[in-house]
């Protein structure tokens, strides 16, 4: 029994963390793209705003891959035999409660405004 819970949360756990290193390494593609943007963009780079775009960029990636991972988790879990559908099941309740996560608060906090941010 004790056995049994402790796989689960090992998996569930490991699900977590694949999902924040798939965020990390998505993250990481968008900074490299939006540097690149900012660089050859005309006028001077603002410093305030290029952070808060790298700080929106993560948690919009990390967003994304826990909404994106209740789509691919289960189709995975279908495709897989074995003991990989497990690491896949895993995935998919690590994604939804990431998901829960980030909705509770995006809904506390009222989502990102745009518009006030660049108000002075």
Known sequence: MMET???FLYSLLAGIGKLLLVAVIVWMIGLIILLFRELFRA???NIR???YKVWKMLLVCNEFIAYGSLIVGPIMAYRTEGDERLGYIMLSI???ILSGIYIY???RVKGIDLFKFNQK
């Open 43 to 45: 006028g001077d780079l």
């Open 5 to 7: 819970i402790g796989e």
């Open 105 to 107: 608060i995006r809904k």
């Open 94 to 96: 690590s994604g939804l």
């Open 49 to 51: 705003t290029y952070l």
